[in-house]
Nanobody, 120 residues
Framework: VQLVESGGGLVQAGGSLRLSCAAS????????MGWYRQAPGKQRELVAT???????NYADSVKGRFTISRDNAKNTVYLQMNSLKPEDTAVYYC???????????????WGQGTQVTVSS
């Protein structure tokens, strides 16, 4: 599967960004999708997932601020990020076909990442 992310950039605290991830090479509508992020000096962490049926899951740190969605007709998954904080600064990675096992989401295929920088 190939993933191409877009939509990152520089935004002031309190602002919004929408990330997009276009997928190809798999049956998109049948697969879960996710977003992860990695801040400098930190481990990559799960931000949000969405199943093929549209069920969503969020990290506690982004609940109420971020929304993951998908458009199966466009083979695209989105991450709407509102009320951004400086601590949201990271490289955001799209992930295809994560799997849920033992109460954990295990990542699948990665995109190349897109930088999000939130200034204070």
């Amino acid at each position: 599967v190939q993933l191409v992310e877009s939509g990152g950039g520089l935004v002031q605290a309190g602002g919004s960004l929408r990330l997009s991830c276009a997928a190809s090479g798999s049956i998109f509508s049948r697969n879960a999708m996710g977003w992860y992020r990695q801040a400098p000096g930190k481990q990559r962490e799960l931000v949000a997932t969405i199943t093929s049926g549209g069920s969503t899951n969020y990290a506690d740190s982004v609940k109420g601020r971020f929304t993951i969605s998908r458009d199966n007709a466009k083979n695209t998954v989105y991450l709407q990020m509102n009320s951004l904080k400086p601590e949201d600064t990271a490289v955001y990675y799209c992930n295809a076909e994560p799997t849920y096992s033992g109460s954990l989401w295990l990542p699948g295929s990665w995109g190349q990442g897109t930088q999000v920088t939130v200034s204070s």
